[in-house]
Structures are given as C-alpha cells and as structure tokens.
C-alpha cells in the first residue's frame, strides 16, 4: 500500500511540475517581444516571427550589401543578356541589373543546394577581373538556420555564390513535409527575402533549392516584358489560379464602399474571399474597369484556364507596383497565419491574389513557358523535353509522402550524375569525373 501511495504522489508531483512549466511557458510567451530565439510553435509563431508592426522585418545590412554585390547588369537599352563592358561594382542604383535568390534549411544546403548552384555554375556569363564568369556569381542564398549558415559557407570553396545567414528566422532543420507548420513557414520566409531584395531595386529571379537551370534564363525573361512571371505546373501540383476580373473587382469594391461618407473605409488586410484582401489595389480597385483595361497589356495578363502556378521558380521585377504586391502578399499570409489558419500555403496564396494585386495595379504577370519551365510532380523528365527546357523544378505533389531526399535522383540525372544521391560530396566527385573527362 505504501508503494503504491508513493507512486501515487510521484505521479502527481510529475504533473504538477508539467503544469507549472506549461504556465510559465504561457505566461513567458504573452510577455515575449518577436523576433525569438527558439523553436516556433505553430504557423502563427512564424507570422509573428517574420512580420512587424513595420510590415516584414527589416534586412540586415549585410543582406542589402550581398544583393548589391550579386547583382548583374543588363545591357545599355534592357537588351537581354548581361553587359560585358560592365561589372556589378561599376553599377549605380539606377541601372537595371538583375540577381537570383534562393534559401535553405541545413539538409537542403548540404544535399539540394550543392546541385542547383552546380547548374548554375555550367552557364557561363563575361569574365570578371580575368577570371571565367557564371551566374553562382550573381546568386545569393541563404541559409535560415545556423547550420545552414556554415553549410552555405563551405560551398564558397567551389561555387562563386554569396552567403547570408539568417539567424532570426525560427525556421526548422530537417525535412518536413506539406502541411506540417514547420514546412509551411518556409513561404513566409520566402517572402520576406524577396521583399526585401527588392528594396534593393534589383530584378529577383527567386529559384526553390529543387531546381536545376539548364540554360541561362534571363533573355527570355527579358523579352517576356513582365513585371511578375511565375512556372506552371500540372495537377495535383502548383495551385490553381484565381483569374483577374476587373468588373467583378469593381462591384465587389463597389459594394464594400461606406453608405455614408464619414463612415470608416474597411481596414487594411480584411480577408475577402480567394483573393485575399480587401484594399489589395487601394484607390485601383475602385477605379474604372475601362481605365484599368487600358493598363493591362491585353490576355497575357491573365491567367488561362486551368493554369497551375509552380512558384519554386519566379521572376520579379524591381518596380513600386511589383514591391507593393509582393509586400500586401506577405501580409496577407501573415494574417491568415496570426488568425490561426492551419494551412497558408504559399503557392495557393499566390495563385489567388497576385493576378487580384497585378491587376489592380495594372501590373503585367505572365506564365512562364511550360514547355521550358517544367515542373516534374513526383515524375521523370524525357530526353525531349529536357533539350527544350531552360529549367526542371523537381517538384512533389503537395501532402505527399515523398521528402526532400526524393527530389536529388532527377537533379542528378539532368546534371550527368549517375547513380548519385545529389549530396555535396557527389558534386565533388562529379566535377572531379568532368576535369578527367575534359
């Protein structure tokens, strides 16, 4: 009986501790100041952790200076491809010039990254101060996590690319899978590095860790004229666009006007079905349908039917109206996120309330080429299609079980590495297999 009484009391005392550390947890939580330096708990933990009262949280300068330094320039009248009299440290502010972005957790740095940068590496770009060019040189990553940080770090030995740690990000080591939280703020942060890369009036060409460029992008882009592209993909991948309709946004807006004029206009970042917020276009959303027609540059505006936006690969150009949707974007999802939505994904955000934004604001946002922007939805890529693709995002359907590890044997094999597992050490081992080929 006494053995049992005190087993008993042991148990009780166990979770009178656990309750204690629970309380205490929740009353240090109430009392914290975002950003924090733990693990986050949940996807609104990662809103908070990423969006201020300012909005998205202030770049660090070294993260303004990588850009700078990363950035390309385009040729003397925007003609496409970069200017051979001109390096990065000879551009002003006011020149156009373009960089890639793209981030990692430690795992995808060691193991995915290694591969994307290895593309990057084989498209050559003019020679800087006498030494062979490619477009690592004009790449930034960064790495969310500390590990990742020290990962990117080692990768400068082979890869020209620029580095940024991002110790405030509360984002997760490991491979985590669709719709975990911890796998769902990595969009957020995805966000708020290109926001901020765009404040440095630098065209972004944002690229997931799971891609692999096989020619150089950027002529293309150029002569798409856009100001927002993004990849397509097929179903079950990507998320299904919700197209722009001007005058079913003006009598929506219409309808959201005050009965009186004191009244009080609906407050910025009131959800509002598909298409995010209300005031996506402020003033724009209650200007003339005609007047906004004549902004857009005709169908390529917008989405076709049964369009299916891919964003692992997405291009924007540095311009107010592109900064402010991509800004409203990121407060979108961090309102969704602080209002306790479970799942705010990225992707499906974008398919609804870019082409809203873009439209309001007279922005062009066009599809990329499916047939030179592929995404790969768990599938092989042919021999064909490869000859016509410009870059493969080996993508998986969203909630399945496949993880980030089944993504490296499609980037191998566009890269010519057989039987590799897509780690650092196959890359070393593969480029040590081309300098004895070559």
């Known amino acids: 009986m006494a053995l049992i009484t005190g087993r008993a009391l042991a148990r009780g005392a166990v979770l009178a501790l656990v309750l204690l550390a629970l309380r205490a947890d929740a009353a240090r939580s109430s009392k914290e100041t975002f950003p924090v330096r733990r693990p986050l708990v949940d996807l609104r933990e990662a809103a908070m952790q990423l969006v201020g009262r300012d909005g998205p949280r202030y770049p660090d300068e070294g993260f303004l200076r990588g850009v700078h330094a990363s950035r390309a320039p385009y040729k003397p009248g925007g003609a496409a491809g970069p200017d051979d009299a001109h390096s990065q440290f000879q551009l002003t502010d006011c020149e156009p010039s373009y960089a890639i972005l793209t981030m990692a957790n430690q795992f995808a740095m060691q193991h995915l990254v290694p591969l994307l940068l290895r593309s990057l590496q084989a498209i050559a770009q003019p020679e800087l101060r006498g030494k062979p060019g490619d477009l690592t040189r004009h790449t930034v990553v960064v790495g969310v996590t500390p590990g990742a940080a020290e990962a990117c770090d080692a990768l400068t030995r082979r890869f020209s690319h620029r580095c940024q740690g991002d110790g405030s990000s509360g984002l997760f080591e490991g491979d985590h899978l669709f719709p975990d939280h911890r796998a769902l703020a990595y969009g957020l942060a995805k966000l708020k590095y290109i926001v901020n890369a765009l404040t440095t009036n630098v065209d972004v060409l944002y690229l997931d860790a799971d891609v692999v460029l096989l020619r150089d992008p950027f002529p293309g882009l150029l002569a798409l004229n856009a100001d927002l592209a993004v990849a397509t993909t097929g179903e079950p991948c990507g998320s299904r666009v919700v197209a722009w309709d001007p005058d079913q946004a003006e009598a929506e807006a219409e309808a959201q006007l005050p009965a009186k004029p004191e009244a009080q206009l609906p407050a910025s970042g009131a959800a509002t079905g598909a298409g995010g917020w209300a005031d996506v276009g402020s003033g724009g959303q209650q200007a003339d349908a005609q007047q906004r027609?004549?902004?857009?540059?005709?169908?390529?505006?917008?989405?076709?039917?049964?369009?299916?936006?891919?964003?692992?690969?997405?291009?924007?150009?540095?311009?107010?109206?592109?900064?402010?949707?991509?800004?409203?974007?990121?407060?979108?999802?961090?309102?969704?996120?602080?209002?306790?939505?479970?799942?705010?994904?990225?992707?499906?955000?974008?398919?609804?309330?870019?082409?809203?934004?873009?439209?309001?604001?007279?922005?062009?946002?066009?599809?990329?080429?499916?047939?030179?922007?592929?995404?790969?939805?768990?599938?092989?890529?042919?021999?064909?299609?490869?000859?016509?693709?410009?870059?493969?995002?080996?993508?998986?359907?969203?909630?399945?079980s496949s993880s980030l590890r089944d993504r490296m044997p499609l980037m191998s094999s566009l890269l010519g590495i057989e039987g590799g597992s897509g780690g650092a050490e196959d890359g070393d081992a593969g480029a040590s297999r081309s300098s004895a080929e070559g």
């Not at 692992?312 to 592109?322: E, K, L, M």
């Open 293 to 400: 027609r004549a902004l857009q540059e005709g169908p390529a505006t917008a989405a076709a039917a049964g369009d299916r936006y891919d964003t692992g690969v997405s291009y924007y150009r540095s311009a107010p109206g592109t900064l402010r949707c991509a800004y409203a974007l990121l407060l979108d999802m961090a309102q969704l996120a602080m209002a306790n939505v479970s799942v705010v994904w990225e992707t499906e955000r974008y398919a609804a309330f870019m082409p809203q934004c873009a439209g309001a604001l007279g922005l062009v946002l066009r599809p990329l080429p499916s047939e030179q922007y592929i995404g790969s939805c768990g599938a092989d890529v042919g021999a064909e299609a490869r000859r016509a693709a410009v870059a493969v995002h080996a993508s998986m359907a969203p909630g399945s």
